[in-house]
């Protein structure tokens, strides 16, 4: 491994020069590069690495159902199975994703994020091309071996990205910018939820949803190898005058002090739990939704796989663009000081959780005659939870700009634990897949998760960087600092 990736033994800290700011604030102002320059190339590059993943998330949602349909393909050659088990294949993903999240912004903050993003998107695209030859030959325990294999390889992306933002993106730029790049999650779901019901009832069938995923991620490694850099000064092309527009952005580094990982402030802080608890919250609501939308349409609403891949679309159609909606209003919140960012996430997330609550309770009550209810009703669901970006998502970030990385690695691994519970829960929730009243069990507990989780971030949140984020300083070389 080159230099530029060598270890150092522990974190950068950043300080803030109170006088400093403002005379670099003003020389910011003037110069601050090219309207289209290396920071929105690096959040596009971002955005796709995003999109993809949605891709390889979500496709096993429209995927699984194709899989057990025998009448899905035109073609009949189509190999089908009868699976019993389509919830823990569902979940096996996040199961394996535990486990790589909470050590990912740890080690992307140590070595930089690029490699291991480029080989976390090369191992899933091996696995996707391998995952149907898996399925003929092994069953369903090959295809969870797959996807337990890809939700590791994933495991380390949404820390590292939280990471690389924090180094290219001005915080001024933060909410527009890091919507536009979560956005990518929306619109991949959309891409793959859509054209999977049309591959799977191709003459191609379901094994097509999976190989052009693997040739997606093949694509994008190619790509963010020669376009991607883990900071503004490691860029080879980047302007002088973009690079001194972001890094004077930021808090001032200095490079003589250094800082560990405070582990037990972190866990023990009031703050820090109650944003950990709202992204568990929002994690399970979220992908169970995401992850069963496609077999309650089936088999509840009695839709065909071509109009359900159509229309498990919609909702993430709608909530991509509220997502920037949302984000104007925040941005104007904070900028007019018309609340603290404390307040307008706690608005954000109640926004964003509560108003679901309210819908999925209805949707518990719907049957089949209710479809087009059904439909109206998930997708102004999902329009709220975008409200969800504007709220938890960057609170690490004014939790503790120091260990971003860190806290998203470690609420990713608990959401990730949550997902997993809870898609497990619906294979025996969901006893007989035809019945509403079972699914509006799912609807009701997902509700209860949601209000819990609000109420104890409405309490607890905060939107104050902590104390512990420049805390146990280290001198790299005492003498050297000395004789500064």
Known sequence: MSSQYEAVPTETVYVIEENSDKAVNSQVAKNNGPIFGKRHQQVLMHGSLLFLTACIRSSMSIGIVAMNDPTASINPDITTFEWKNKGAILSCFFWGSILPELGSGWLANRYGPK???????????????????????????????????????????????????????????????????????????????????????????????????????????????????????????????????????????????????????????????????????????????????????????????????????????????????FSVISDMLISKSIC????????????????????????????????????????????????????????????????????????SQFGSFCTAIGLTSVQYIVVNEDDPNQWGIVFYLTSGIFIVSTVIFCFLGSGEVQPWNDERVRNKSPKKEEDT
């Open 115 to 325: 490699w291991f993003l480029v080989g976390s998107s090369i191992v899933c695209a091996i696995l996707d091309l391998l995952l149907p030859t898996a399925a003929y030959s092994f069953g369903s325990e090959g295809v969870m071996v797959c996807r337990v294999l890809q939700g590791f390889a994933q495991g380390i992306i949404p820390a590292s990205l939280h990471g690389l933002l924090g180094k290219w993106v001005p915080p001024h730029e933060r909410s527009g910018l890091g919507t536009l790049a979560a956005g990518g999650a929306t619109i991949g779901a959309v891409v793959i939820t859509f054209t999977s019901g049309y591959l799977a009832a191709s003459w191609y069938g379901w094994p097509m949803i999976f190989y052009l995923n693997g040739g997606l991620g093949f694509l994008w490694s190619i790509i963010f190898t020669y376009m991607g850099s883990n900071t503004p000064a490691e860029h080879s092309s980047i302007t002088h005058a973009e690079q001194f527009y972001i890094e004077n952005s930021l808090p001032l580094e200095d490079k003589s002090k250094r800082l560990s990982t405070p582990w037990l402030k972190i866990f023990t802080s009031g703050s820090f739990l109650a944003l950990l608890l709202a992204h568990c919250g929002y994690n399970w609501g979220l992908h169970i939704l995401m992850a069963d939308i496609p077999s309650y349409f089936k088999n509840v609403m009695k839709l065909d796989i071509k109009s359900n891949g159509a229309l498990s679309t919609l909702p993430h159609i709608v909530k991509w663009i509220m997502s920037f909606l």
């Open 340 to 411: 603290s960012i404390g307040t307008t996430r706690k608005v954000m997330h109640t926004i964003g959780s509560l108003a679901p609550c309210l819908l999925l309770i209805i949707l518990g009550n719907s049957g089949p005659e209710d479809a087009s209810k059904a439909v109206v009703l998930l997708i102004v669901t999902f329009g709220f939870l975008s409200a969800n970006i504007s709220g938890f998502l960057f609170n690490h970030l004014d939790l503790s700009p120091n260990h971003a990385a860190v806290l998203m690695g470690i609420t």
